[in-house]
């Protein structure tokens, strides 16, 4: 808050489509979709008319011995988008509650099948999944982690497989399976205590927008396979479309045995979060023993209201051919953004679906914060990583805002230090 005495807040009247506009008429280019959230746009008229046709009907009821039509659907249609494979649904209402889901349904799982010392969990070095305990514990931030190292469990990293971490000369296909075989060996050892392996699929988001070959995720689900222990996909920021595919998994061919989904899911306008599990998972807990039961639950689990608005998009995805129309839409920004990838300040400048990232060479503590109130200043919402400048824009960006975002990007790379 100190911060804002130099930086006042921008205050937000209102947004529209990719745009956002503040009390005084100025206008922001929504390029980070409102920290990953925002797939549609703002106020989009499809989402909004979902979510008032339930608010007319039901805004929420307790899903303990009760359910509702929306959370049904929604249920039914993100299995079907796993064939099935992953049938059962357990709503939260964000990011961080879907993790701490995942990471205790799978050591109850192992508590329940009678191996109660498969408690511990692997995560990529550099992970971030979250800011509440279970989730810190399996992040490797230690910007968010110090302050609270007394009150988390010890972190288990295994090598992270972003390529800007490959030798000299090293293909990131290459690079992807020497990470693999270093998992495996930890595993080999030490595959009695551990419940689960936790990833992002494809990018380690916070972590500098890390990417990485599909081929990771194949040998780690084989790795995984091998020496029975879980693995949990957290595609909380990269799925619904972020990648390229609707889940990240799809590019490496496999299912985890637990997906974690959120942001994106509503469109960027409720708090809604769903774990994904596996049949062999849901019967581990299908008990008449009530402490062999999952006991986890959240007062707005399911809202209806943010299940409209998750059923809205699902329908936007399939009504507009987003995925394919996204792809067409990637390729042009790629052209438009070809001067930033040859700036001689930009090093690793990298795209998977639509998420662009590049580090900016020369640049001094503060860049992030200066780079940021400099794109404001620009019309343009950016929030660099360090100095990793990054583009998550909406999927309704058109073709005169990305040029904008292009050009005043690449003006703000020649200033701001």
């Not at 959230?37 to 307790?62: M, P, Y």
């Not at 399939?318 to 990637?330: G, H, P, Q």
């Not at 200066?370 to 929030?383: G, I, P, Q, T």
Request: charged share 20%; aromatic share 8%; proline share 5%.
């Amino acid at each position: 808050m100190k911060l804002h005495e130099r930086l006042p807040m921008v205050a937000v009247s209102h947004g529209s489509g990719a745009w956002l506009y503040d009390f005084e008429g100025r206008r922001y280019l929504d390029a980070i979709s409102s920290w990953w959230v925002d797939l549609f746009g703002h106020a989009n008229a499809r989402i909004n008319a979902a979510i008032v046709a339930q608010l007319g009907r039901l805004e929420h009821v307790i899903l303990a011995g009760f359910t509702h039509e929306p959370a049904v659907a929604l249920s039914e249609r993100l299995s079907a988008l796993t064939r099935g494979q992953l049938g059962h649904c357990f709503f939260a209402s964000d990011g961080s509650s879907a993790v701490e889901i995942a990471l205790k349904m799978s050591h109850h799982f192992w508590r329940n099948r009678g191996l109660p010392g498969k408690c511990r969990f692997l995560s990529l070095a550099g992970a971030y999944h979250g800011e509440t305990t279970g989730a810190l514990s399996v992040s490797d931030a230690p910007l968010f982690r110090d302050a609270y190292a007394p009150m988390l469990r010890p972190a288990d990293p295994v090598p992270s497989p972003d390529w800007r971490l490959a030798a000299p000369g090293e293909s990131g296909l290459d690079f992807a399976r020497r990470c693999a075989s270093a998992l495996e060996q930890e595993l080999a050892r030490r595959h009695q205590e551990i419940a689960a392996l936790i990833v992002e699929p494809l990018v380690q988001c916070a972590n500098g927008m890390g990417m990485y070959d599909p081929e990771y995720l194949r040998a780690a689900r084989a790795i995984c396979d091998r020496y029975q222990v879980h693995l949990i996909a957290d595609e909380i920021a990269v799925g619904c479309g972020r990648t390229g595919t609707f889940l990240a998994c799809e590019q490496a061919s496999i299912l985890p045995d637990l997906l974690c989904l959120s942001k994106g899911l509503s469109g960027g306008y409720l708090p809604l979060s769903v774990v994904l599990s596996t049949e062999a998972i849901y019967q581990a807990f299908y008990e008449d023993e009530v402490a062999r039961g999952f006991l986890h639950s959240h007062s707005y689990t399911g809202n209806p209201l943010a299940c409209a608005a998750a059923l809205a998009t699902l329908s936007i995805f399939e009504d507009d051919a987003v995925i394919e129309t996204n792809r067409t839409r990637a390729r042009r920004i790629d052209e438009l953004t070809r001067p930033i990838a040859q700036h001689p300040r930009v090093r690793n400048f990298r795209r998977t679906g639509m998420i662009w990232a590049f580090e900016v060479d020369g640049t001094e503590p503060l860049f992030a914060r200066r780079f940021s109130a400099a794109a404001l200043e620009c019309e343009l919402l950016l929030r660099p990583i360090g100095n990793t400048v990054y583009f998550m824009p909406p999927y309704v960006i058109d073709e005169t805002q990305a040029e904008l975002l292009a050009t005043r990007t690449l003006e703000l790379i020649d200033r701001v230090d």
